[in-house]
């Protein structure tokens, strides 16, 4: 069996909270489609989320989660999640991307065998994975059920972090630095971008000796001259040219930790000079803001008020809450660092605070990693936060 990332016990203090929340909103009954929430609950690892794949969990503490998913996959349930063996469920295979039948028909008669059929029950409506057909055909197998939007429930769960997520975190910001130096060793005026990539994401995956890397949520994003100019285009077969926006991350057990820096390979204009010092004393003001009990909005005005000293204003949120994640990102959809977000910040959020500028030709990009402490923060990256000048 492969080892479990956590002892049993840390998966019995997340169902208990889970169950709280469950009770209190007067679910018996939760179906979790997230991706990383079924991880979160059960250990289950595989890259099988391209057929549906769901987590139950019902309001008995004394029962454990079911997973299911298609019916090869579960061996893989039966390695990596921690439940017991009958708890680890798979549909047949005769109803993998049928036109006349779908999992959720099977599903939805197993939850019916379970007794569980007539329930008041919650339902993650916002996953990635989880598509308008799937929805529609479990609510039509379960005609009895009474259905709630639980969109969420376990990932505000998820945003305060135990000690052992915060052990992974710390490893996964190493990988972080690491990708971010081989980035600076090996980008160079004339490099393509995808060999700098292929060498980037060696230094994810193999980037320490103690420990592996896993694949990020989000690829590694490096933004070259008028790339730089928008925050999510992807490499070509472009050669680099002068300032370039990096966007990196290092994952360990599925825990992601973002480190965001900027490279010039020639001599630094000044107007990218002015907006890095802009954005330098900016995330210095961000810090200075995260502690117990300020409000996200709050961290982001103390940068808008830096920002908007030297001219420059930015539109989107500057960081949100981090952690488990899966491909497509590496966002947990709760804590936001933007106007309007009166979430008070408490020990144990971890946040990926990126001050990104992306402007008419040009960008440049800065992020930490910020764990929120019992007294004020602590950033898991440590990395120098000055344009990396090479020529």
Same mark, same amino acid.
């Given at each position: 069996?492969?080892?479990?990332?956590?002892?049993?016990?840390?998966?019995?203090?997340?169902?208990?909270?889970?169950?709280?929340?469950?009770?209190?909103?007067?679910?018996?009954?939760?179906?979790?489609?997230?991706?990383?929430?079924?991880?979160?609950?059960?250990?289950?690892?595989?890259?099988?989320?391209?057929?549906?794949?769901?987590?139950?969990?019902?309001?008995?503490?004394?029962?454990?989660?079911?997973?299911?998913?298609?019916?090869?996959?579960?061996?893989?349930?039966?390695?990596?999640?921690?439940?017991?063996?009958?708890?680890?469920?798979?549909?047949?295979?005769?109803?993998?991307?049928?036109?006349?039948?779908?999992?959720?028909?099977?599903?939805?008669?197993?939850?019916?065998?379970?007794?569980?059929?007539?329930?008041?029950?919650?339902?993650?409506?916002?996953?990635?994975?989880?598509?308008?057909?799937?929805?529609?055909?479990?609510?039509?197998?379960?005609?009895?059920?009474?259905?709630?939007?639980?969109?969420?429930?376990?990932?505000?769960?998820?945003?305060?972090?135990?000690?052992?997520?915060?052990?992974?975190?710390?490893?996964?910001?190493?990988?972080?630095?690491?990708?971010?130096?081989?980035?600076?060793?090996?980008?160079?005026?004339?490099?393509?971008?995808?060999?700098?990539? @292929?060498?980037?994401?060696?230094?994810?995956?193999?980037?320490?000796?103690?420990?592996? *890397? #896993?694949? /990020? +949520? =989000?690829? $590694?994003?490096?933004?070259?001259?008028?790339?730089?100019?928008?925050?999510?285009?992807?490499?070509?077969?472009?050669?680099?040219?002068?300032?370039?926006?990096?966007?990196?991350?290092?994952?360990?057990?599925?825990?992601?930790?973002?480190?965001?820096?900027?490279?010039?390979?020639?001599?630094?204009?000044?107007?990218?000079?002015?907006?890095?010092?802009?954005?330098?004393?900016?995330?210095?003001?961000?810090?200075?803001?995260?502690?117990?009990?300020?409000?996200?909005?709050?961290?982001?005005?103390?940068?808008?008020?830096?920002?908007?000293?030297?001219?420059?204003?930015?539109?989107?949120?500057?960081?949100?809450?981090?952690?488990? @994640?899966?491909?497509?990102?590496?966002?947990?959809?709760?804590?936001?660092?933007?106007? *309007? #977000?009166? /979430? +008070? =910040?408490? $020990?144990?959020?971890?946040?990926?605070?990126?001050?990104?500028?992306?402007?008419?030709?040009?960008?440049?990009?800065?992020?930490?990693?910020?764990?929120?402490?019992?007294?004020?923060?602590?950033?898991?990256?440590?990395?120098?936060?000055?344009?990396?000048?090479?020529?």
């Amino acid at each position: 069996m492969i080892e479990l990332p956590f002892a049993r016990d840390e998966y019995q203090r997340r169902l208990k909270k889970i169950r709280a929340e469950m009770a209190a909103r007067g679910l018996e009954l939760l179906v979790v489609n997230d991706v990383a929430n079924q991880h979160y609950i059960t250990g289950y690892d595989g890259w099988s989320f391209y057929t549906p794949q769901i987590v139950l969990v019902p309001i008995e503490n004394e029962a454990e989660p079911v997973w299911i998913g298609r019916a090869m996959d579960a061996a893989g349930g039966l390695l990596t999640a921690w439940m017991k063996p009958e708890n680890v469920v798979g549909f047949p295979e005769d109803h993998v991307q049928r036109a006349d039948r779908h999992p959720m028909d099977w599903i939805a008669a197993c939850i019916v065998a379970k007794g569980w059929g007539a329930r008041h029950i919650g339902i993650e409506l916002e996953a990635y994975y989880f598509s308008p057909k799937a929805h529609a055909r479990l609510v039509a197998g379960l005609p009895n059920a009474k259905w709630h939007d639980a969109d969420l429930l376990v990932n505000w769960i998820r945003a305060v972090k135990s000690a052992p997520e915060i052990a992974y975190l710390r490893k996964a910001s190493t990988l972080a630095e690491s990708a971010v130096s081989r980035a600076f060793e090996v980008i160079a005026p004339g490099v393509r971008e995808c060999d700098a990539i @292929a060498a980037i994401q060696a230094a994810q995956i193999a980037g320490s000796p103690d420990f592996a *890397g #896993d694949i /990020t +949520a =989000l690829p $590694p994003t490096i933004l070259g001259g008028e790339n730089a100019s928008a925050p999510h285009i992807m490499w070509s077969d472009r050669r680099f040219g002068k300032t370039i926006a990096l966007e990196l991350a290092g994952v360990c057990r599925r825990y992601a930790a973002g480190l965001a820096r900027t490279m010039q390979l020639s001599k630094t204009p000044a107007r990218v000079a002015d907006t890095a010092k802009a954005v330098i004393e900016g995330m210095d003001a961000v810090l200075d803001a995260v502690r117990p009990g300020t409000t996200a909005e709050a961290v982001e005005a103390a940068w808008r008020k830096v920002i908007q000293r030297y001219g420059l204003k930015k539109e989107s949120r500057i960081g949100y809450s981090i952690g488990v @994640a899966y491909p497509p990102d590496w966002g947990e959809h709760t804590i936001s660092l933007r106007p *309007g #977000d009166k /979430t +008070a =910040l408490q $020990p144990g959020n971890v946040l990926h605070s990126i001050l990104g500028m992306w402007m008419d030709g040009w960008g440049i990009e800065i992020s930490e990693t910020i764990l929120v402490t019992e007294t004020g923060h602590e950033t898991l990256t440590k990395f120098p936060r000055d344009i990396h000048v090479k020529s």
